[in-house]
T-cell receptor, first 110, second 115 residues
């Protein structure tokens, strides 16, 4: 079965602390993995995708096929990073439909 | 350029009534997706249009839901008759022509409350 699991509903850290949002997936094949973010009163938007292998707003995520994980990391959290983060996957030849995890709310305290 | 727009932003209806949600994708985007988030659960895929054709409707919960995209532009999602469990936020997203992995741009969502 295709599934994305985000074990933490809420993650609270202090400004300047490292942050890691966990994401594990289940998929038979080679999916594409994404992180989407929804800031307060804004729409859902793409943060990064694994094939790009780039850092956006200081965030990085590495696809680990052995552990079927795609954890999102940032070495120094900022207050403006507070938001809902969704991990999602898209399967090959599935038209691009996204399968989402339940989301993790990140709260960065001053 | 305007992003994906959805109307209404919020709808409150009684059980048994009908509601129609509308999505206007980004101009030129052939792919249009509907998703929904029911309270406390993950965002779930409902269906996917390529132009005016339904490419994948495997996520539609039952036959009370009807989606259309006449002319391959805007799309409507009708719920008839609405049930309490249909309450949630309905998102629309669009992406460029071609299969798969283009970035999906999301609308602000329609919050549906069925009482």
């Amino acid at each position: 079965a295709q599934r994305v699991t985000q074990p933490e509903k809420l993650l609270s850290v202090f400004k300047g602390a490292p942050v890691e949002l966990k994401c594990n997936y289940s998929y038979s094949g080679s999916p594409e993995l994404f992180w989407y973010v929804q800031y307060s009163r804004q729409r859902l938007q793409l943060l990064l995708r694994h094939i790009s292998r780039e850092s956006i707003k200081g965030f990085t995520a590495d696809l680990n096929k052995g552990e079927t994980s795609f954890h999102l990391k940032k070495p120094f959290a900022q207050e403006e990073d507070s938001a809902m983060y969704y991990c999602a996957l898209s399967g090959y030849n599935q038209g691009g439909k996204l399968i989402f995890g339940q989301g993790t709310e990140l709260s960065v305290k001053p | 350029e305007a992003g994906v727009t959805q109307f209404p932003s919020h709808s409150v209806i009684e059980k048994g009534q009908t509601v129609t949600l509308r999505c206007d994708p980004i101009s030129g985007h052939d792919n249009l997706y509907w998703y929904r988030r029911v309270m406390g659960k993950e965002i779930k895929f409902l269906l996917h249009f390529v132009k005016e054709s339904k490419q994948d409707e495997s996520g539609m919960p039952n036959n009370r839901f009807l989606a259309e995209r006449t002319g391959g532009t805007y799309s409507t999602l009708k719920v008839q008759p609405a049930e309490l469990e249909d309450s949630g936020v309905y998102f629309c997203a669009s992406s460029q022509e071609g299969q798969g992995q283009y970035e999906q741009y999301f609308g602000p969502g329609t919050r549906l409350t069925v009482t």
